[in-house]
């Protein structure tokens, strides 16, 4: 019984996601990562070179990979990366780089078992971590980068039933726990006042306050270092189009409404739940990012390395459209605050999406030790490194003795590395990846490592190869184009 109605219901939902991704042109996948997280694997260090793209001077690597369903991150104070999973239920430790090499030094568990734990932040020796229906802080060692006896949890019962069930916390300079969390819907009057709102307390979670509300998913906050003031993301509502609502930038202060259900944006009453009465009560965002970009995490920066215009400026993760006829978002963009109390929005980091090709959906921003920003990606389950005046992995990836070798000098680097990365796609869509894997790490019973291809083929033994390929590779379709751009990145593999 219980079978025939799941199925019953998993056809529905199948029926719904086809009939949604006919009308629209979004692949299913975002659809599903969206609802049910999951990822689309981690980019390759020449996808991220090639596709990434930093303002002049800064530069993109891979901290980490395989870091699955990546969302919160912060440094511990001696240079470890927390990373919250909360589908995973753990929260993981990205060990301090002391060899210098620009990549985490390894990866561990260090909280396991929780309840879909959402964001963490320290308060003097607690390390405190949001899951989504309680708040609970263990004793931690920042240079052992261990945790000290049992977690304990110190606020409980708060209501995650619905959508938007994260929660995030944060120190604030009042030594006071911030909590957001979000709505239970997408537009719908709560019965439950502490959704779509941030509320504080003690940081022992006594003496529970509404701090704001009105607030439909502000899911990431930070305190801004010229006014000491709470800015808040917040995502706007759905179904009323690919233009409207604008996602929002709010100055958080205490006591005040920020209109939902009631205003959208800025000042536009609610088709569906519009009310006039609450017209002047409603306040207006600082900024309105494009609609359906989903701002997620927020950091005001502080980084020494980094020019002038960026101090003061607040790095903003943009998840990405799902449910918009074409991509929007899916990139990391600066805001930059004038004297009026506006802000200039521009692009940071970008190239997770091209052409609906997705690679990976930037989750929260930090900023590291050394200087540089920090990116979770919980779609590409990566940790980017962005910093300014060094280079980083330059992927020449291809030494210039296997150019020469394979027959690959006709190509200038910047054609090589788009074919590259046009080959690693390639790779992972027509099917090769069910016979094959490229890392011993994915080496799995029955899957052919390809390695060392450059000590054996050439650009033309390659292609000849996938015209009659050994058997038992089975007979391949490519055309010219595409056999090219999986031979470079074939030849690329060490
Ligand atoms: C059904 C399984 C299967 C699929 C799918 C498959 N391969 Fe293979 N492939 C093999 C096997 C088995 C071999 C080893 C053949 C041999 O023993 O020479 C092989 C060999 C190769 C080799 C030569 C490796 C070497 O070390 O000499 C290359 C290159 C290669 N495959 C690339 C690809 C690419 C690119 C794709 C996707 C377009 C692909 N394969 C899809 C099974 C597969």
Redesign the pocket.
Known sequence: MFWKISTGLLVVIAIGLFAFTRTIDVTPGIIIHSLFGGGGGTPSQQTVQSRLKTPEGFSVGLYASNVVNARVIMFTRSGDLLVAQPRQSKVSILVRDADGDGKTDGQRVLLDYLYRPTSMDFFEDYLYVSESNAVGRIAFDHESGETIGEYERIITGLGDEGNHWTKTIRFGPDGLLYLSSGSTCNVCNETDDQRAAITRYNADGSGEERFATGLRNAVGFDWAPFDNQIYATDNGRDLLGDDFPPCELNKVEQGKFYGWPNVNGFGDLDPDFGDESRLDEATSPVHGFRPHNAPLGIRFIDLAAFPDEYQDSALTALHGSWNRSSYDGYKVVSLHHNSDGSFEEKDFLTGFEKDGNIIGRPADVTGGPDDCAYISDDYGMAIYRVCFGIEQDDIAAISASVIQKTGLEGFDTATLLELQSDGQQ??RT???L???VVSPEDARFGL?L????NS??TLDS?SA??KT??????P?R?NEEDQLA?SAY?LSIE
Not at 450 to 453: E, G, R, T
């Open positions: 390639l790779f027509r099917g090769c069910g016979c094959h052919r390809l390695k060392s291809i054996r083929y390659l190869f996938f390929p050994t058997p038992p590779m089975p391949v490519l999986l074939l």
